[in-house]
């Protein structure tokens, strides 16, 4: 037998890869990744046979032609393996289904996930059209399938047994232990240096050992008050609450209780208690993210802690072996540290797409505790498919799902959220004890302002406050208010047309300011809302969800320092008119205040009526999903699943040192050097940037990945006019 081989040798090396070393190699981790959800047996056979079609003599001659530098035509493989199965299965056995399980992550380790319709006639295509080349490759692997393959295929045909949306994700699961262990065996080989790099520098026991210490210090230190008093409670039943069984929790705390160091508490003494691999925290905006980050690494050191919202995604569609693609797909995160902090859109954009680099960090979510801050800010119309995802993990991969926020959405009441129906969802904090943290909290005084006032009239009004938060629906209004207060002394304002470097810096000085008493007027988008640590006197918050006017008032007496802070609810003459479900969330808010007094907002139950009426009149699968999910069709589910409604891109702005770290990524691609790179990035529309690019503002350096070219300001950020991606998110 002569050799055969997957990859060329690395730069300026001469060892090749082996093609049977790397089909052993990935179908054991892809094994060990997909074990915990009970698909052990396919992802490894996916693994033997995802590089099927490089035993063929044109793909070794191909691989030849790349050492060598020579032009040379691509030769598609990953369709081979895919094509293997769909002949040995279809027909021939009780589930006339089962090829798919196979065949779906076989063929789809480079391009993504098809849908079964378009892969079954892909395949019957190929097997018609070029048998010859099919029966070489078969040939040529005859030895490897007597050995390796066919012992395997009995004990692999036991799939296990899932409703029809629970085996969509199954298979999406299998799929993404595939891509992990294809990328994670092909970068021992090409950046064998980056492998140790990997293997995590602290257990969850460490961590959960490193919290509790820093936690004494932080308790010792605390002074005797009402607010810190709560939060030592919260703090002390999550502990407790985290040696029960694993399944859904629901964390309620106000404002300001301390939710974010006690969910954590949770998590992590939840995940020593049942012996789990990981906490990965998920928010919904990027600046409770920084902080959040900023915080664990304060405890826990920088290699504990990943902070992803932000990737490039590099599939290698026309399966070319050149060593810069590889390499930006090597870059891809697969969430192998043992405390992730992401967005919400990185977290479920990734559990409902296709495509390799997304879905590789799947598998990862198994063996987890996931804490969903700020729960209530997903999207509504997708919240069946959303619920369905977490259910499946619950149930089937073992992991634990926390819904931590002061204004709860009771999920399981909603006679529209069947699939959530018959999952428990357990209560950290008893509810008596939750009521009476509400009583005590109530820091601020609701006011509402009874008719729609022009800017020119809300900027007089600001002008005459010392210190003051104003939160706007959109980036354009808050830019106008800016423009028009920008003589004014002690002027501050943030949306994500600034990277999360500025914001930082700029939350350090609106920080500072407030601690020395002097002026500072803060114009934002709803990028400083949730979880973001500051203590106004007054907050004024423009008319929206009810969620969202009570996570602008957390920014109000934050620490109770005052008797009562003032929250004042707004609207503008000009005011935008939202769309969709953030507009029926809108109109439903203003309904609840016209019917109660300002200060109900206090008590917790009016989100359970506010969520009620809510759910009753949004479609909470209004695109369908779910049926598309039933029909296997990921490509589709993939391109209707988005929490925000059209593709962004990652546009790096020339703040501090970007320009520095962005020479140094395209020199040497590699997730690490990327990683340096996110604090300097803002997100467009991607047919914004693609324009953008066209008139000369951007130049692109990776797929979906762009250098801006203009001007950045200090106040602004961004200020060459652009579109709105996050209009309503900040």
């Known amino acids: 037998m002569n050799d055969v081989y997957a990859h060329t040798p690395r730069e300026n090396e001469q060892e090749w890869h082996r093609l049977d070393d790397h089909l052993l190699s990935v179908a054991e981790m892809a094994q060990s990744f997909a074990a915990p959800f009970h698909g052990g047996r396919v992802a490894y056979l996916c693994g033997l046979l995802h590089d099927l079609g490089k035993f063929h003599p044109f793909f070794q001659e191909y691989l030849q032609k790349q050492a060598n530098g020579e032009m040379c035509r691509s030769i598609p493989h990953a369709i081979w393996g895919a094509a293997f199965m769909y002949q040995l299965y279809w027909g021939k056995i009780r589930d006339p289904h ?58 692999a045909e036991k799939i296990p047994l899932f409703s029809e949306t629970e085996r969509e994700m199954w298979i999406r699961l299998v799929f993404s232990a595939l891509v992990d262990a294809d990328y994670l065996d092909t970068e021992r080989h090409f950046q064998p240096e980056l492998s140790p790099l990997r293997r995590p520098t602290v257990s969850i026991t460490d961590l959960w050992n490193m919290f509790a210490a820093d936690q004494e210090q932080v308790t010792s230190h605390a002074d005797d008050t009402a607010v810190n008093r709560m939060r030592r409670e919260v703090y002390e039943e999550c502990v407790r609450a985290a040696a029960k069984q694993q399944g859904v929790y629901r964390l309620t705390v106000p404002t300001g209780g301390g939710k974010t160091r006690s969910s954590l508490a949770f998590a992590l003494k939840h995940a020593v208690e049942h012996g789990l691999d990981r906490v990965i925290v998920a928010i919904p905006y990027t600046s409770i993210i920084e902080q959040t980050a900023d915080v664990y690494r304060g405890i826990f050191g920088n290699d504990a802690v990943l902070e992803h919202h932000s990737q490039i995604e590099v599939d290698d569609e026309k399966e070319k072996e050149d060593e810069r693609l590889i390499q930006h797909r090597l870059s891809a995160e697969n969430w192998d540290a043992p405390l992730i902090v992401t967005t919400t859109v990185q977290l479920f954009d990734s559990l409902f797409s296709n495509r390799p680099s997304k879905v590789r960090k799947l598998h990862n979510l198994s063996r987890s505790v996931i804490i969903l801050d700020e729960v209530q800010a997903l999207p509504a119309e997708l919240l069946k498919p959303t619920l369905d995802a977490l259910a499946m993990l619950v149930r089937h991969c073992q992991t634990t799902v926390v819904l931590s926020s002061a204004t709860q959405p009771s999920f399981e009441e909603s006679r529209f959220l069947d699939v959530f129906s018959q999952i ?16 005590q909290m109530q820091r601020v005084d609701y006011e509402i302002w009874k008719s729609p006032v022009s800017l020119p009239q809300l900027v007089r009004f600001i002008r005459e406050q010392k210190q003051l938060l104003v939160v706007f629906n959109t980036r354009k209004e808050a830019k106008e208010c800016v423009e028009l207060l920008q003589e004014d002394d002690g002027v501050f304002h943030l949306s994500t047309l600034l990277c999360s ?224 991606p996050f209009s309503l998110i900040g």
């Open 98 to 155: 089962a090829w798919k399980w196979f065949s779906l992550p076989i063929a789809g380790h480079h391009a993504g996930l098809h849908s079964p319709d378009y892969l079954s006639i892909t395949l019957k295509e190929k097997l018609e059209k070029q048998r010859s080349h099919f029966l070489e490759i078969l040939k040529q692997a005859e030895w490897f399938l007597k050995k390796f393959v066919f012992p395997r295929i009995q004990s």
């Open 424 to 439: 428990e969802v357990k209560e950290i904090l008893p509810l008596p004890i939750v009521n009476r943290h509400f009583q």
């Open 501 to 724: 470097a500025h914001r930082r810096r700029i939350l350090e000085e609106v920080r500072e300011r407030l601690k020395k008493n002097q002026p500072v007027r803060l114009i934002s988008t709803q990028v400083v809302e949730a979880g973001v640590d500051l203590d106004f006197p007054i907050v004024m918050r423009q008319m929206g969800p009810l969620d969202r006017i009570v996570q602008a008032a957390g920014r109000c007496n934050r620490e109770g320092k005052m008797d009562k802070g003032k929250v004042i609810i707004f609207e503008t003459e000009d005011m935008p008119s939202p769309r969709g479900s953030y507009r029926t969330a809108m109109e439903t808010a203003r309904f609840l205040l016209a019917q109660r007094h300002p200060n109900d907002l206090h008590n917790p139950n009016i989100f359970r009526e506010y969520f009620r009426r809510l759910f009753a009149s949004v479609d909470v699968d209004s695109k369908n999903i779910q049926k598309d999910r039933e029909m296997l069709d990921y490509p589709l589910v993939a391109e209707k699943y988005r929490l925000i409604d059209q593709d962004t891109a990652s546009v790096i702005v020339p703040y501090e040192e970007a320009s520095e770290y962005l020479r140094m990524w395209e020199s040497s691609p590699s997730r690490y050097s990327f990683r340096r790179l996110q604090p300097y990035m803002v997100q467009l529309y991607r047919f914004e940037a693609e324009k953008k690019e066209k008139d000369g503002w951007l130049r692109e350096v990776a797929d979906n990945v762009y250098e801006w070219l203009g001007d950045y300001d200090e106040r602004i950020g961004i200020k060459e006019e652009v579109y709105d």
